[in-house]
């Protein structure tokens, strides 16, 4: 089956920091990842997606993953973190019923 | 239009009433999706429709009523909810159910409470 752990509930970084949120995955078949954002009382928005295409995904607002089947990791990075930047973080897999399961979620914050 | 639209935006209701969420997207999706999230957890999957036709019910219980009146319209019949059913409704679509490379578009959700 199909799924991804995501360490670390809660990540805090400072403005301009280096952001790094984790995803392993487990799969037996090459895996389809996503990662989406939800910002405070709103709905989920598709930051990236990894279909076996470039292990290197870029996305939108700036963030990119690297799909590393050695170490089954899809981590989210972005250079330099902003105020606006704080939100839940999901790393997602499609499963063998076609269905997205998603990480429990890690929740990023922002210190001035 | 590359948008999902959920109305309403926010519901109270009681034990006994009746209710109804709407979601609409005109996106020529195929595949339309019900989510339920707790707060401070990942959203779960209720319902998946695909192709007008319900295809998976994660064995929701049956006071949660799914309908797919059309391929841009999906609706989330509410009775007799528990207050423990309060939560944030997410409706997602998809170009296809099946293809795995697809992404979900999400909705902003229905925040609904049970007294």
């Known amino acids: 089956a199909q799924s991804v752990t995501q360490l670390g509930s809660h990540v805090s970084v400072s403005e301009g920091a280096l952001v790094l949120l984790r995803c392993n995955y487990s799969?037996?078949?090459?895996?389809?990842l996503f990662w989406y954002v939800q910002y405070p009382n709103q709905g989920l928005q598709l930051l990236l997606k990894?279909?076996?295409?470039?292990?290197l995904v870029k996305g939108i607002n700036g963030f990119e993953a690297e799909f590393k089947k050695s170490e089954t990791s899809f981590h989210l990075t972005k250079p330099s973190a902003h105020m606006s930047d704080a939100a839940e973080y999901f790393c997602?897999?499609?499963?063998?019923?076609?269905?997205?399961?998603f990480g429990g979620g890690t929740r990023l914050m922002v210190k001035p | 239009d590359t948008e999902v639209t959920q109305t309403p935006k926010h519901l109270v209701m009681g034990m006994t009433n009746k209710k109804s969420l709407k979601c609409e997207q005109h996106?020529?999706?195929?595949?339309m999706y019900w989510y339920k999230q707790k707060a401070k957890k990942p959203p779960e999957l209720m319902f998946v429709?695909?192709?007008?036709?319900?295809?998976i019910n994660e064995s929701v219980p049956s006071r949660f009523s799914p309908e797919c009146p059309n391929s841009s319209l999906l609706n989330l019949h509410l009775h007799a909810l528990q207050p423990e059913d309060s939560a944030l409704y997410l409706c997602?679509?998809?170009?296809?159910?099946?293809?795995?490379?697809?992404?979900?578009?999400f909705g902003p959700g229905t925040r609904l409470t049970v007294l």
């Open positions: 996106m020529g999706h195929r595949a």
């Open positions: 429709y695909s192709y007008e036709k319900l295809s």
């Open positions: 990894y279909t076996s295409a470039a292990t």
């Open positions: 799969s037996s078949v090459p895996p389809y």
């Open positions: 997602a679509s998809s170009l296809l159910h099946l293809d795995r490379g697809n992404e979900q578009f």
């Open positions: 997602a897999v499609f499963n063998a019923g076609n269905m997205l399961t």
